[in-house]
T-cell receptor, first 109, second 114 residues
Framework: GDSVTQMEGPVTLSEEAFLTINCTYTATGYPSLFWYVQYPGEGLQLLLKATKADDKGSNKGFEATYRKETTSFHLEKGSVQVSDSAVYFCALGRRALTFGSGTRLQVQP | SAVISQKPSRDICQRGTSLTIQCQVDSQVTMMFWYRQQPGQSLTLIATANQGSEATYESGFVIDKFPISRPNLTFSTLTVSNMSPEDSSIYLC???????????FGPGTRLLVL
């Protein structure tokens, strides 16, 4: 069946550092891939998505590229801010979503 | 994207009781889903709420424990029955967007069972 594997957290960075959160998936075919973000005490918000191989999703300075060769969808941001502190979930979509375990990001001033 | 609201936003309940969570969407949607997020964990799909028919449950979830209603295309309820402390979680509803590929989530209902 489908599965998503994310790097374990927490990830602690200083403000303006470069961020990478690794995500790999196992699935048949080419499902859509998503990154969701959950800020403290809130629900999930869609951050970005990619619907086919080689697509790049981007939003708010975050990027992720759908790599079928490596079955990966790593999240990157060139310069993180304190306000980016949250839990990030990688997900694979068909009828419903299969989520990774989530990665907590803590950005220190 | 659709605007989704949930009621209640949080609740503290006694074991053995039941709680019904409401999910309201500001537009008609075909597909609605219910997820559970246990403390510090990821999200797990409970069921797909189907309009006009019984919900489709995932492995490990049963209708007697989590009855779901979907009376129309903008509303659904999830009931957590005969609660135990293990049911303490965040319960989230989601809807599929127009292209059926992207899901949007409600703010969640935080449930604590004592």
């Amino acid at each position: 069946g489908d599965s998503v594997t994310q790097m374990e957290g927490p990830v602690t960075l200083s403000e303006e550092a470069f961020l990478t959160i690794n995500c790999t998936y196992t699935a048949t075919g080419y499902p859509s891939l998503f990154w969701y973000v959950q800020y403290p005490g809130e629900g999930l918000q869609l951050l970005l998505k990619a619907t086919k191989a080689d697509d790049k999703g981007s939003n708010k300075g975050f990027e992720a590229t759908y790599r079928k060769e490596t079955t990966s969808f790593h999240l990157e941001k060139g310069s993180v801010q304190v306000s980016d502190s949250a839990v990030y979930f990688c997900a694979l979509g068909r009828r419903a979503l299969t989520f990774g375990s989530g990665t907590r990001l803590q950005v220190q001033p | 994207s659709a605007v989704i609201s949930q009621k209640p936003s949080r609740d503290i309940c006694q074991r053995g009781t039941s709680l019904t969570i409401q999910c309201q969407v500001d537009s008609q949607v075909t597909m609605m889903f219910w997820y559970r997020q246990q403390p510090g964990q990821s999200l797990t799909l409970i069921a797909t709420a189907n309009q006009g028919s019984e919900a489709t449950y995932e492995s490990g979830f049963v209708i007697d424990k989590f009855p779901i209603s979907r009376p129309n295309l903008t509303f659904s309820t999830l009931t957590v029955s005969n609660m135990s402390p293990e049911d303490s979680s965040i319960y989230l509803c989601s809807v599929a967007g127009d292209n059926q590929e992207t899901q949007y989530f409600g703010p969640g209902t935080r449930l604590l069972v004592l």
